[in-house]
């Protein structure tokens, strides 16, 4: 039988570690307690929230709706010649995801090591790091439509999956749960050590033919370096997306500033460094009344205790508008805004 609570409070479900409360909240742990959920036509008609990990939402307000908290578990896998096949349960912790491949030896998602969140929400923002996408070992996922209570397959076809985007977000945004993930890793390793600092830092530990468990160390020894633990300040890693320009745009900006920093976005366009956008606009380490910027990395915005969600959605709209003065580029939230 479900257990529906009332007014609970939401600060120890996002990482923000904001402070507000559901008016309705649920946990699901089995596939088939959406279905009973979802045969109350209550629930069918009121307003709704699916969380899972809670590390990439800014909750601004109270939530009057029902709060779905995803906490499917389970990992199979199977091996077929050099190919790995494993599904995961959206609610598995995406990092627990990662070290039960790198123990195994299984290779491709070794440097998304130490991402916080669910393997169910891992497809909605194609979560990337460190030169690799969710995309690049992602078969398909199983969700559950709301609307007609049926589970049915997304393939990567159908994700539509982009820079930190695909159709979770923007044409079916809302209408589907993720119960599961499938992926298709190797025993072949693929390393990939071209991206920030992963090259330095195994030279430094004098390795030179790194295996998938060294890449997963050395990437999660440089993001503990470089990002707060949000159990210990509140934030929701990169709080903006890195603009995706074109080349004229680019010659533009790099004729005024030209140790811009940027990187090929591909398609014909450049992709500028946020953090850098931003750390010249002079926000890098600035506190505001609770919030502010991280002092090692201005893409993060932090709750330095007791801050509310408005108030780092203010603060996030003035960073927006002085980049934008500055540098005529608009930047966009990376982090989902609960209002
Ligand atoms: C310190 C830190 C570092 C980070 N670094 C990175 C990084 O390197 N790369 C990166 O890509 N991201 C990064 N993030 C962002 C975040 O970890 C990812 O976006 C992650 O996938 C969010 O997972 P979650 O379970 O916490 O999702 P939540 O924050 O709970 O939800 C995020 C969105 O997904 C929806 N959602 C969640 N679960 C489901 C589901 N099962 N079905 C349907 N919709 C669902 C929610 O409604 C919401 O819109 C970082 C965050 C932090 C705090």
Same mark, same amino acid.
């Given at each position: 039988?479900?257990?529906?609570?009332?007014?609970?409070?939401?600060?120890?479900?996002?990482?923000?570690?904001?402070?507000?409360?559901?008016?309705?909240?649920?946990?699901?742990?089995?596939?088939?307690?959406?279905?009973?959920?979802?045969?109350?036509?209550?629930?069918?008609?009121?307003?709704?929230?699916?969380?899972?990990?809670?590390?990439?939402?800014?909750?601004?307000?109270?939530?009057?709706?029902?709060?779905?908290?995803?906490?499917?578990?389970?990992?199979?896998?199977?091996?077929?010649?050099?190919?790995?096949?494993?599904?995961?349960?959206?609610?598995?912790?995406?990092?627990?995801?990662?070290?039960?491949?790198?123990?195994?030896?299984?290779?491709?998602?070794?440097?998304?090591?130490?991402?916080?969140?669910?393997?169910?929400?891992?497809?909605?923002?194609?979560?990337?790091?460190?030169?690799?996408?969710?995309?690049?070992?992602?078969?398909?996922?199983?969700?559950?439509?709301?609307?007609?209570?049926?589970?049915?397959?997304?393939?990567?076809?159908?994700?539509?999956?982009?820079?930190?985007?695909?159709?979770?977000?923007?044409?079916?945004?809302?209408?589907?749960?993720?119960?599961?993930?499938?992926?298709?890793?190797?025993?072949?390793?693929?390393?990939?050590?071209?991206? =920030? !600092?992963? /090259? #330095? +830092?195994?030279? %430094?530990?004098?390795?030179?033919?790194?295996?998938?468990?060294?890449?997963?160390?050395? *990437?999660?020894?440089?993001?503990?370096?470089?990002?707060?633990?949000?159990?210990?300040?509140?934030?929701?890693?990169?709080?903006?997306?890195?603009?995706?320009?074109?080349?004229?745009?680019?010659?533009?900006?790099?004729?005024?500033?030209?140790?811009?920093?940027?990187?090929?976005?591909?398609?014909?366009?450049?992709?500028?460094?946020?953090?850098?956008?931003?750390?010249?606009?002079?926000?890098?380490?600035?506190?505001?009344?609770?919030?502010?910027?991280?002092?090692?990395?201005?893409?993060?915005?932090?709750?330095?205790? =007791? !801050?509310? /969600? #408005? +108030?780092?959605? %203010?603060?996030?709209?003035?960073?927006?508008?002085?980049?934008?003065?500055?540098?005529? *580029?608009?930047?966009?939230?990376?982090?989902?805004?609960?209002?």
């Amino acid at each position: 039988m479900l257990q529906i609570q009332e007014n609970v409070s939401l600060k120890n479900f996002n990482t923000f570690g904001i402070d507000t409360h559901a008016r309705y909240f649920v946990e699901i742990a089995h596939e088939d307690e959406l279905v009973e959920l979802f045969a109350d036509p209550q629930w069918q008609q009121t307003e709704r929230l699916v969380i899972g990990g809670g590390s990439n939402l800014l909750l601004v307000n109270d939530f009057a709706g029902l709060v779905i908290r995803m906490n499917i578990r389970g990992i199979e896998h199977r091996i077929s010649h050099n190919d790995v096949f494993v599904e995961a349960g959206g609610g598995e912790v995406w990092n627990d995801l990662v070290n039960f491949c790198v123990a195994r030896e299984y290779a491709g998602i070794e440097n998304l090591s130490l991402i916080p969140g669910s393997v169910g929400a891992s497809p909605i923002q194609n979560i990337g790091a460190y030169g690799v996408e969710l995309k690049d070992a992602f078969i398909s996922c199983k969700v559950f439509e709301i609307a007609t209570s049926a589970f049915k397959i997304f393939t990567k076809d159908d994700c539509k999956f982009g820079y930190r985007e695909s159709v979770f977000k923007n044409q079916v945004k809302g209408q589907y749960i993720i119960v599961s993930v499938k992926f298709h890793l190797s025993l072949i390793p693929n390393i990939n050590t071209q991206y =920030g !600092a992963i /090259g #330095q +830092e195994l030279a %430094n530990r004098g390795i030179a033919s790194p295996t998938i468990k060294d890449v997963s160390q050395v *990437v999660s020894h440089i993001r503990v370096s470089k990002l707060p633990d949000p159990s210990t300040i509140g934030n929701a890693g990169s709080f903006f997306k890195n603009p995706l320009i074109s080349i004229e745009e680019f010659n533009a900006i790099y004729a005024k500033f030209p140790d811009v920093v940027n990187y090929p976005g591909g398609d014909g366009l450049i992709k500028l460094a946020a953090g850098w956008l931003i750390e010249q606009c002079g926000w890098k380490g600035k506190t505001a009344g609770n919030t502010g910027t991280w002092k090692n990395q201005a893409l993060v915005l932090v709750n330095h205790g =007791g !801050a509310t /969600g #408005q +108030e780092v959605y %203010n603060f996030s709209s003035q960073i927006i508008d002085s980049v934008y003065t500055k540098f005529g *580029v608009m930047l966009q939230r990376e982090v989902n805004i609960i209002s």
